[in-house]
């Protein structure tokens, strides 16, 4: 009797986990990952905590660049109010000159190291913010603010789900969005917020989890 | 006059004091930060940044200290 279903013959290949060489070469280029790189494939001056020696990095994320613009906005804008004050104090009927002069100085140079720390801190918490994923595993790092960060890493046979958002105007100008990794049981989901190129990022994972998207 | 202008010498030291404080535990969190996470050059220049701050922050201090 002639088979009305014939199953697909399953290689070895096919059931082994995927490797680097298994991701679309497209995917995978040399980058150098350099101060303010958000994204980069395959970087080999990266790396990180408890990392094994033959352990490559195939993808290194972090918030797009064009998400630091409300604190760099924020800082140019503090940075120019003490130049408006002698126009200000004159049409405020302020007087400031029994303030002496040593004081107002101190006090000028404390304002802008303030705001070089807040534009530091704030540069950070964007730099230290960073989702990698390699061969084996994704590492989370989030750095929340001066005392606060958390690193969390998964196996990639724990993933069971990729998938990303990409939601409004801007983030669709500047292709970025954000990327959602799904853990098996109890543990926690990992996310990559605001990535750039988050269809791209999501292929990759999936590619190493073994189900095409 | 005199006890006023010692009540703002204190608490402006005490200020730039903490500041001083606060751009050390600036300098640790990238130490720290740099050994989970290492991007050869990047890192480093976080470092000399973190550095220069807290150098900033030093100079405030001595330079209120003499001013005031």
Redesign the interface.
Known sequence: MEDIFVSPHHSKKEDAPMTRQDIEPELITKHHAHLFSSFCTDPHDVHFENQEEDEKILLFLRRHFITNISWIFITILLTLIPVLIPFLFPLLNLNISFVPTGLITISFLFYYLAIFSYALVSFMTWFYNIFIVTEQRIVDIDYSNTVIHNVAETKMTHIHDVNYTQVGFISSIFNYGNVFVQTAGSEVNFEALSAPKPREATKIIANLIGGKK | MELT?LI?KIT?LT??GF?VI??L??FN??L??N????????SN??KI??TV?II??VS?FI??LV??
């Not at chain 2, 050994?35 to 990047?42: E, G, K, P, S």
Request: charged share 5%; net charge positive.
């Open positions: 202008a703002v402006t200020l730039i500041y606060f751009t535990v600036i969190q990238v720290v930060m050994r989970i996470v290492m991007l050869n050059h990047a220049l976080l940044i973190a701050h900033l922050a405030l330079a209120a001013i005031l």
